[in-house]
């Protein structure tokens, strides 16, 4: 069965740097989403993309986050300035549609740290 | 926005005996719940859904249960085996918005 598949699985960085977390959703979906994990707490909405442009977000998506379809397969996340807060699982989604049978498909998560 | 509760954050079973996780939302408007199964180290996937039109729903030894005026709903595994141990995560998408908002989550362990 056709997977979503994230990059990278982990990633180290520093307080301040930016980091870039990729994705590439099932080729026939069309509805991309981004939730994050902070360790021990809820699965978070960060921010839903379709028709190449973000369709809702939530109040933790602000100005720090940018997500982007660069060539029509990867679907990325950036985060500018990390903060020591933005230590998390990030993980990838895509759906068929809105209200899909068959729900969101997850990847299998980047986790960051940040220190 | 809705906000998903769920309980308890671990259950921890014999082999055999029946688990079940409960969660809570707020939004009455809120129309279809998912249930995720994460194993170790892997990606959450769907396992089972229910719609507000219906109140329960069973696939094999899986089954849900939705109250709408109570505004709860539950996962229901009988005779679990110990492949059944992993993280369940309920949501629930309200009738205004697609995304679904998640519960915590439960680590469920079944002891062999």
């Known amino acids: 069965e056709p997977e979503v598949t994230q990059t990278p699985s982990h990633q180290v960085t520093q307080m301040g740097q930016e980091v870039i977390l990729r994705c590439v959703p099932i080729?026939?979906?069309?509805?991309f989403y981004w939730y994050r994990q902070i360790l021990g707490q809820k699965v978070e909405f960060l921010v839903s993309f379709y028709n190449n442009e973000i369709s809702e977000k939530s109040e933790i998506f602000d100005d720090q986050f940018s997500v982007e379809r660069p060539d029509g397969s990867n679907f990325t996340l950036k985060i500018r300035s990390t903060k020591l807060e933005d230590s998390a699982m990030y993980f990838c989604?895509?759906?068929?549609?809105?209200?899909?049978?068959?729900?969101?498909?997850f990847g299998e998560g980047s986790r960051l740290t940040v220190l | 926005g809705e906000n998903v509760e769920q309980h308890p954050s671990t259950l921890s079973v014999q082999e055999g005996d029946s688990a079940v996780i409960k969660c809570t939302y707020s939004d009455s408007a809120s129309n279809y719940f998912p249930w995720y199964k994460q194993e170790l180290g892997k990606r959450p996937q769907l396992i089972i859904d229910?719609?507000?039109?219906?109140g329960e729903k069973k696939d094999q030894r899986i089954a849900v249960t939705l109250n709408k005026t109570a505004k709860h709903f539950s996962l229901h595994i009988t005779e679990t085996q110990p492949e059944d141990s992993a993280v369940y995560f309920c949501?629930?998408?309200?009738?205004?918005?697609?995304?679904?908002?998640f519960g915590r989550g439960t680590s469920l362990i079944v002891h062999p």
């Open positions: 080729s026939n979906h069309l509805y």
């Open positions: 949501a629930a998408t309200s009738g205004g918005s697609y995304i679904p908002t």
């Open positions: 229910i719609r507000s039109n219906v």
């Open positions: 989604a895509s759906s068929e549609g809105p209200r899909s049978d068959r729900g969101l498909f």
